[in-house]
């Protein structure tokens, strides 16, 4: 489909100029219809951007499908080999057997270590704390456009992109 758009782009040119030789006191503004008229070459970018649009929702809703229904499916296993493990320890610990050995495993029971629980975190000295650094990058950006000298920062080329509004 793009081999097509860029074989219309010297037959689009060829009639811009036609035109603009037509009406050469013309702005660009006051023949633009003239030109999406005479050429195809406007039609069929919105085509092309239409089946863009429709390919990138297509696979949005594949993907988000996909993946919700492969999230659930894996919870329900995790949830399925947490029962089964928890039947396991407690016929194990109700049978006083503290491992199991067979050929493809070993199982033993394991006493766990207590867990930290935050009850109040305000209360917890700085000390024990970890402050994240993070760039506030609108700021720089600003600091950066202004002409401000940032160290260790600097702003990268802009990169062409295409918006589509759909209304």
Known sequence: MTHNLLALVPAHRAIVEAIREMYPGESDDDIADTIAGES???????????????????????????????????????DGARSLRAAALQAMQDANLPKIRAIDMTASIGHGKPKVVI?????????????????????????????????????????????????
């Not at 069929?44 to 999230?71: G, S």
């Not at 402050?131 to 940032?150: F, N, S």
């Open 40 to 78: 195809d070459l406007q039609d069929a970018i919105v085509m092309v951007l239409r089946l863009a649009l429709e390919r990138e929702a297509q696979a949005k809703a594949i993907k988000d499908e996909l993946i919700a229904r492969l999230l659930y499916r894996a919870h329900r296993l995790e």
């Open 119 to 167: 009850v109040e975190e305000g209360l917890i000295p700085p000390a024990l704390c970890k402050i994240e650094r993070t760039p506030k990058k609108a700021e720089i950006g600003k600091l950066l456009a202004e002409g401000t000298d940032v160290p260790g920062c600097t702003l990268s080329n802009g990169v062409d992109f295409l918006t589509i509004h759909r209304g």
